[in-house]
Every structure is written in C-alpha cells, then in structure tokens.
C-alpha cells in the first residue's frame, strides 16, 4: 500500500511538473531574404540581455524570405526577451556601416521603434503556464 502511495505521489508531481512547461511560438515577419541564417536568442535576465550571462536558449536556422516560424519549448512560465539577427553573410555578427547603422536585419520582441539597442524593459514579456505566440517584426 506504502509503495502504491509513493507511485502516485510521483506520478502527480511529474504531471504538475510537466503543466507548468510553457510553449513561446515565435513568428518573424519582414525576412528579407533567404541569405545565410537568422539567429534567435531568448533571454530571461536583464543580465543576459545586456551580456553579462548567457542567453537562456537560442536557435539558428536557414533564412527563407518573408516569414519564419519557431518554437521554444518547455519554458518556465515568466518575463522573457527575444532578439533576432538575419546573419545574410554567415559572419556571425550583425554589419553596420561607417555610422554604426545595422545593414542586415534584427528584431526584438515587442517590436520596440528606436535608434539604439532596446533594453530589458522595453522587449520583456510574459509567457504564461500555457504558452504564448508572439510576433517580431524584422527591420
């Protein structure tokens, strides 16, 4: 009886554990062309974002034009940040001109319109215990 109370004990406790993983769906608008890869990376820290830490998941994939869709699995449901950056030479950075103006594409979550890297605050958004779809429109 003792061993058949411990089994649903771990049963249930792996059930909560497994609701409480969020799906995040990202959708990239405004690709601009099927050049090189678009490298998304999500972050749960202001510390992440602005390079202290690590970001907490990434994924790199072949650049189709027009739109792209991606999942990140699992998550803890909380504030996240995503930044996207369309690699079109394979260089692994994102190229500006002289002025320090992007010349391949990026994005953030929430869709910030600024002149300057957007801060924590401004991308950061929550992803409920169900999960949630967001859309980052490519400039």
């Not at 950056?85 to 953030?108: A, C, S, V, W």
Request: charged content about 25%.
């Amino acid at each position: 009886m003792k061993r058949h109370a411990l089994c649903l004990f771990v049963l249930s406790c792996l059930g909560v554990a497994s609701a409480m993983a969020a799906d995040l769906d990202v959708r990239l608008s405004g690709v601009a062309s099927a050049n090189g890869h678009v490298l998304v990376a999500l972050y749960d820290s202001e510390d992440g974002w602005d390079g202290r830490a690590r970001s907490l998941a990434a994924q790199k994939i072949a650049a189709t034009e027009g739109a792209i869709e991606l999942r990140f699995a699992d998550l803890v449901p909380g504030r996240y940040g995503v930044l996207v950056l369309h690699d079109e030479n394979d260089n692994g950075k994102l190229d500006t001109n002289m002025l320090g103006i992007p010349r391949e594409g990026y994005g953030f979550s929430n869709n910030p319109r600024l002149m300057r890297r957007a801060k924590f605050e401004e991308v950061a958004f929550g992803v409920p215990e169900e999960g949630v779809g967001i859309v980052v429109e490519m400039r």
